[in-house]
T-cell receptor, first 114, second 113 residues
Framework: EPEVTQTPSHQVTQMGQEVILRCVPISNHLYFYWYRQILGQKVEFLVSFYNNEISEKSEIFDDQFSVERPDGSNFTLKIRSTKLEDSAMYFC????????????FGPGTRLTVT | GDSVTQMEGPVTLSEEAFLTINCTYTATGYPSLFWYVQYPGEGLQLLLK?????DKGSNKGFEATYRKETTSFHLEKGSVQVSDSAVYFC????????????FGAGTRLFVKA
């Protein structure tokens, strides 16, 4: 069964450094998303992406965040200058149609900022 | 804006007990409703869904019915197993709410043998 994959599974970085989290969505999906989950808290929407542009973003997704689909398969989240409060689990998701249908989530990347 | 409220955990049950996790929602439009499950150390998996009023989603013995009159989508299972121990998230997506899924806070379930 096709699945969303994410790399790395765990990333440790120092405050102020740039990180890139990578995702490979399911191949025939058209809508891509990033969510984050701070430890013990709810899953929060960050951004959605369709047709090579951002469809919607939350207030969390400020100027230090960016997303890109550099080729036909990868979908990346870049955090330009990490802060301690960026430590969280980051989930990538994809869906074949709009969000009224289920999204398929990757296993997540745990980001630890020290 | 749209929101999801679910009962706080943790919920601790003995094996074969009956499970109910309450979930209510607020939405401006006519949302689709979901339950996701997160097993320890893993990502989110869709457990079941319902897209219109009175629909019942079911999977792996879990059920939830979309109740528009009470804006609820409670998760139930008649006989839980130790392997059901996980965090359960109620969620919605709404065409009028854009492209995102909105999650509840999650309810941790512990099942004892």
């Amino acid at each position: 069964e096709p699945e969303v994959t994410q790399t790395p599974s765990h990333q440790v970085t120092q405050m102020g450094q740039e990180v890139i989290l990578r995702c490979v969505p399911i191949s025939n999906h058209l809508y891509f998303y990033w969510y984050r989950q701070i430890l013990g808290q709810k899953v929060e929407f960050l951004v959605s992406f369709y047709n090579n542009e951002i469809s919607e973003k939350s207030e969390i997704f400020d100027d230090q965040f960016s997303v890109e689909r550099p080729d036909g398969s990868n979908f990346t989240l870049k955090i330009r200058s990490t802060k301690l409060e960026d430590s969280a689990m980051y989930f990538c998701a994809s869906s074949r149609k709009r969000a009224s249908y289920e999204q398929y989530f990757g296993p997540g990347t745990r980001l630890t900022v020290t | 804006g749209d929101s999801v409220t679910q009962m706080e955990g943790p919920v601790t049950l003995s094996e074969e007990a009956f499970l109910t996790i309450n979930c209510t929602y607020t939405a401006t439009g006519y949302p689709s409703l979901f339950w996701y499950v997160q097993y320890p150390g893993e990502g989110l998996q869709l457990l079941l869904k319902a897209t219109k009023a009175d629909d019942k989603g079911s999977n792996k013995g879990f059920e939830a019915t979309y109740r528009k009159e009470t804006t609820s989508f409670h998760l139930e299972k008649g006989s839980v197993q130790v392997s059901d121990s996980a965090v359960y998230f109620c969620a919605l997506s709404d065409l009028t709410g854009g492209f995102k899924t909105i999650f509840g806070a999650g309810t941790r379930l512990f099942v004892k043998a």
